[in-house]
């Protein structure tokens, strides 16, 4: 320990420090004797305690005493002097001296040494506290004027509110009165009262924490939107009953919903938006003006009443197991239109997420109903297969067995009978009948077995009758070529994406006259589909439209089997398909 002493006699210094360390307290002492050697020491620093003489020829130790508070008045200085009484003592002490020792007492030095110097530590830690505490709650006041949230404790019992600064900006009530709950409702929207009302009158009854959004009417006019959160405090007795939580101006966060709702009313899609429970909160204009109902009746009518019956109990299921995951999920289910027709969609929802709490969720819906009736049918060819199957196999194990064992045994005996005999002529016409017979048989059962391409032109030319096409559309077929038989898989795509562009012709281009051509040449097979009708964006044309992907469908389709596809539109021209494929790709050859 490094001590600077104001002395002017060495052997008292020497008593002192000897005293010392016999107590256990080593040190080295640095002793000064004038003003000069005492400020350049303090100065330099470096000491853990400053004694001090009372009286000396040409200074004083409350001289000293005033320098050492201005340069280091952290380090404690204690008088050590066989001068002063009792009541200049006192007076030092007053001063700002630490403490004191009568050099005739030199025994108690080391118990007041140690003892200033806890004294001082203390003081220390509690300075650092008191400051790291400021600092702490100048960070807090700053972090919650950044964003905008107060904090707040409510004692139920006594009715106290404590607010932050930040809480007090939010309500726009001077800093510094009193906050009561009447002051609170005067500020509240009048239509919000009876929902903070009931909140305030269930966490007093329940003890239970509290989230919700209310509203605040300011002297202004203006209104505020805020959050108010707020848990309850341990406490050992119910009149205790505490309540801390937090306030967050959330206007600007409504406002942007606000935004963003109108934003999804112009989206040509069915969106809704729903509460953090599932509850509907907002329906887009598409969801309204499809279901024909008002946003009051959308946000409460029960979801049965728009969804297919049969399909309402699982939805429901569904929705419930995917809101408790907070995670997206979809599902599929048919909706009822303002017309009345149930149709297909596929809902999907996904969740906002702020501070790891879900607080909205936002549900699409896609019409899928073309989808679900080309799975229907896919699903009864499958069966009519099936079938065909069975049959053939039943046929092959049944009628065209016992054929084959006739056959065989009418061979043996017709080979028995003699050649110039009057019944071998009948009994070989008899077996030639019972084998052409069999390769009838297995020519059907042959059949039965294979899928088979129906005719291409046939196929397309019932997506008319399939779309329900106005009876004033003037619809040509035309074929140009020999028809060549078709890879089954390239059948398929060439049937997708013709399908595909007389959907569109038929259902969207308000055309008058659909045309449609299959050219069988040598060097490919080109397709056309062709209308008078209004024609496409060319931005959708370019890129597609959200969530659709008839467009992008076709190109795929017409990539995988190594074609060409070329779509032209234009609203005085309408729009023209053409897919052209090589007759290698297309067509069947010997060696298949």
């Known amino acids: 320990m490094r001590i600077l002493y104001l002395e002017d006699e060495p052997r008292d210094a020497e008593l002192v420090q000897a005293s010392l360390e016999a107590d256990g307290l080593h040190c080295e002492l640095i002793r000064a004797d004038t003003r000069a050697d005492f400020l350049t020491s303090l100065q330099k620093g470096g000491f853990e305690l400053i004694l001090a003489d009372y009286t000396l020829p040409l200074f004083d130790g409350i001289s000293a005493l005033k320098l050492a508070q201005e340069i280091c008045p952290e380090v404690p200085f204690i008088f050590v002097s066989g001068t002063m009484d009792e009541e200049l003592a006192i007076e030092a002490l007053k001063q700002g001296a630490t403490d004191y020792v009568f050099k005739t007492r030199l025994s108690k030095i080391a118990l007041r040494v140690r003892r200033a110097l806890r004294e001082t530590e203390e003081r220390c830690q509690r300075k650092r506290a008191e400051e790291a505490l400021q600092r702490n709650e100048a960070y807090l006041a700053e972090a919650q004027r950044l964003s905008h949230t107060g904090s707040f404790g409510w004692h139920v019992a006594s009715g106290k509110i404590y607010w932050s600064e930040e809480t007090y900006r939010i309500i726009e009530i001077e800093l510094g009165t009193q906050p009561t709950l009447d002051l609170v409702f005067e500020r509240i929207h009048p239509d919000d009262r009876p929902l903070v009302q009931e909140v305030i009158d269930c966490a007093r009854q329940q003890a239970r924490e509290f989230d919700f959004e209310h509203r605040l009417l300011l002297p202004d006019g203006s209104v505020k939107h805020v959050r108010v959160v707020g848990h309850p405090v341990a406490q050992a007795r119910s009149e205790d009953l505490e309540f801390v939580g937090a306030v967050t101006d959330i206007t600007e966060r409504k406002r942007a919903e606000q935004e963003l709702q109108q934003l999804v009313d112009l989206v040509p899609q069915i969106i809704v938006v729903l509460d953090a429970d599932g509850k509907r909160i907002h329906a887009n204009r598409v969801a309204r003006e499809y279901t024909g109902l008002t946003l009051d009746k959308f946000t409460s009518e029960d979801i049965g009443k728009i969804v297919h019956p049969d399909d309402a109990?699982?939805?429901?299921?569904?929705?419930?197991?995917?809101?408790?995951?907070?995670?997206?999920?979809?599902?599929?289910?048919?909706?009822?239109?303002?017309?009345?027709?149930?149709?297909?969609?596929?809902?999907?929802?996904?969740?906002?997420?702020?501070?790891?709490?879900?607080?909205?969720?936002?549900?699409?819906?896609?019409?899928?109903?073309?989808?679900?009736?080309?799975?229907?049918?896919?699903?009864?060819?499958?069966?009519?297969?099936?079938?065909?199957?069975?049959?053939?196999?039943?046929?092959?194990?049944?009628?065209?067995?016992?054929?084959?064992?006739?056959?065989?045994?009418?061979?043996?005996?017709?080979?028995e009978v003699s050649s110039d005999s009057s019944v071998k002529p009948r009994l070989d016409r008899i077996l030639q009948i019972m084998n052409q017979g069999i390769q009838e048989g297995r020519a059907t059962i042959q059949d039965l077995r294979s899928t088979g391409t129906p005719d291409l032109v046939q196929a397309l030319s019932r997506v008319q009758e399939e779309v329900a096409v106005q009876p004033d559309v003037d619809f040509r077929v035309a074929v140009v070529g020999r028809q060549e038989p078709l890879r089954s898989q390239v059948w398929h795509e060439i049937y997708r994406i013709g399908r595909e562009a007389l959907v569109n012709a038929f259902s969207h281009s308000r055309a008058k006259r659909v045309e449609f051509e299959l050219e069988y040449a040598d060097s490919n097979l080109r397709m056309r589909v062709r209308d008078n009708g209004c024609g496409i964006d060319p931005q959708v044309l370019l890129a597609g439209r959200d969530g659709h992907w008839g467009l992008a469908g076709m190109r795929e389709r017409a990539t995988r089997i190594g074609g060409l596809l070329e779509i032209a539109s234009s609203p005085t021209n309408g729009t023209e398909v053409q897919l052209f494929i090589p007759s290698a790709v297309a067509f069947h050859s010997s060696a298949d």
């Open 313 to 415: 109990v699982r939805m429901r299921r569904v929705r419930e197991r995917g809101l408790a995951l907070s995670a997206p999920f979809e599902l599929e289910a048919r909706l009822r239109g303002r017309d009345g027709v149930y149709r297909w969609f596929l809902f999907r929802y996904n969740p906002l997420v702020e501070e790891g709490r879900v607080r909205r969720w936002y549900a699409t819906s896609t019409e899928i109903e073309s989808r679900k009736r080309e799975e229907n049918r896919v699903r009864r060819e499958n069966v009519r297969l099936e079938e065909r199957t069975r049959i053939a196999q039943e046929l092959h194990d049944t009628l065209l067995q016992t054929f084959l064992s006739a056959s065989m045994l009418l061979s043996v005996a017709a080979d």
